[in-house]
């Protein structure tokens, strides 16, 4: 397999797999997104090549589920009002968040993602997904190409911040696509001002926790390298030095937050049987990183 597939496409499918563990949690959404999007299926045809079923795969559920209410948290406590999300796949939090009218927000995908999910917007709100709601739009961009994010930036207004978030996308990167989002990200952050926050880096040094939280995860990792033709992880950072090193050549400053804190109630534990010790590892494990330009 080519570590890394030029075809950016074959990554959109682990959006049906996001979205099949966040069904297990109390998300707004999540069980229609998976059920309208036939989620489980994608799942185990994305699995079956390796012989696991879905239901083995069901480690992941709390991580994704923490992951979505951390970010949401740390997106109200900054006080930031306008939101441009990157690869958003279809977890439609734009259509909770903008439920408050002072909320303006821009979620962004590459073309077929987001035309599956203006469907389910459709489908779910019985309107046209981009007259939902005015504060909410919907845009086809690749976050690697800029012209693509100036133009979804349109929707913004220049005179306020804008927190720009992402979750589950720079993991599949390389790392010379990675230092081009940053390039991206910080030229937006450099016009808006505002934050970037993101769960998305993940260190060589600590990823041996996985390992730990089912005998399964190593196949459940080369079952979504297989489907997506790029190999999850295999250029993340070294350690966090490595990454602050980046960061501070690039100009950046970054707050490391644990993910989990008790405002999170974690629903799907018990829905896909989590046992306690895994539940408690992944809440140790989860770092949550707010970058903004350095001061």
Same mark, same amino acid.
């Given at each position: 397999?080519?570590?890394?597939?030029? @075809?950016?496409?074959?990554?959109?499918?682990?959006?049906?797999?996001?979205?099949?563990?966040?069904?297990?949690?109390?998300?707004? %959404?999540?069980?229609? #997104?998976?059920?309208?999007?036939?989620? %489980?299926?994608?799942?185990? $045809? &994305? &699995?079956?090549?390796?012989?696991?079923?879905? *239901?083995?795969?069901?480690?992941?559920? /709390?991580?994704? *589920? =923490?992951?979505?209410?951390?970010?949401?948290?740390?997106?109200?406590?900054?006080?930031?009002?306008?939101?441009?999300?990157?690869?958003?796949g279809i977890s439609l939090r734009g259509l909770t968040m903008t439920a408050d009218p002072t909320i303006r927000y821009i979620e962004t995908d590459l073309p077929g993602i987001t035309q599956e999910?203006?469907?389910?917007?459709?489908?779910?709100?019985?309107? #046209?997904?981009?007259?939902?709601?005015?504060?909410?739009?919907?845009?086809?961009?690749?976050?690697?190409?800029?012209? @693509?994010?100036?133009?979804?930036?349109?929707?913004? @207004?220049?005179?306020? /911040?804008?927190?720009?978030?992402?979750?589950?996308?720079?993991? %599949?990167?390389?790392?010379?696509?990675?230092?081009?989002?940053?390039?991206? =990200?910080?030229?937006?952050?450099? $016009? %808006?001002?505002?934050?970037?926050?993101?769960?998305?880096?993940?260190?060589?040094?600590? &990823?041996?926790?996985?390992?730990?939280?089912?005998?399964?995860? *190593?196949?459940?990792?080369s079952a979504i390298a297989e489907a997506t033709g790029r190999a999850m992880l295999s250029e993340a950072f070294e350690n966090e030095i490595e990454f602050r090193d980046f960061l501070t050549a690039?100009?950046?400053?970054? *707050?490391?937050?644990?993910?989990? @804190?008790?405002?999170?109630?974690?629903?799907?534990? #018990?829905?896909?049987?989590?046992?306690?010790?895994?539940?408690d590892m992944v809440k140790t494990s989860l770092i949550l990183w707010k970058i903004t330009l350095k001061s």
């Amino acid at each position: 397999m080519n570590q890394f597939h030029s @075809d950016h496409s074959l990554i959109s499918p682990t959006a049906k797999l996001v979205a099949w563990w966040r069904s297990y949690s109390d998300i707004p %959404y999540a069980k229609e #997104s998976s059920e309208l999007s036939h989620a %489980y299926t994608a799942v185990h $045809k &994305m &699995m079956a090549p390796l012989q696991i079923t879905p *239901e083995q795969t069901l480690w992941g559920a /709390p991580i994704l *589920e =923490i992951r979505y209410k951390s970010l949401l948290r740390e997106i109200k406590k900054s006080g930031i009002k306008q939101v441009m999300e990157l690869a958003s796949g279809i977890s439609l939090r734009g259509l909770t968040m903008t439920a408050d009218p002072t909320i303006r927000y821009i979620e962004t995908d590459l073309p077929g993602i987001t035309q599956e999910k203006l469907r389910l917007v459709e489908t779910i709100t019985g309107k #046209s997904a981009n007259s939902v709601r005015p504060n909410l739009i919907f845009a086809e961009a690749n976050v690697l190409n800029p012209l @693509d994010l100036d133009k979804a930036a349109e929707g913004l @207004d220049p005179k306020k /911040p804008v927190a720009i978030i992402h979750e589950g996308l720079l993991q %599949y990167f390389s790392r010379q696509e990675k230092i081009e989002a940053t390039h991206n =990200i910080k030229s937006l952050l450099k $016009k %808006y001002g505002g934050v970037w926050i993101t769960p998305d880096f993940d260190f060589r040094a600590s &990823m041996a926790q996985w390992g730990k939280m089912s005998p399964d995860t *190593e196949k459940v990792l080369s079952a979504i390298a297989e489907a997506t033709g790029r190999a999850m992880l295999s250029e993340a950072f070294e350690n966090e030095i490595e990454f602050r090193d980046f960061l501070t050549a690039e100009g950046l400053q970054a *707050e490391r937050i644990p993910q989990f @804190d008790e405002s999170i109630k974690v629903t799907s534990a #018990s829905a896909a049987n989590i046992p306690p010790v895994v539940l408690d590892m992944v809440k140790t494990s989860l770092i949550l990183w707010k970058i903004t330009l350095k001061s």
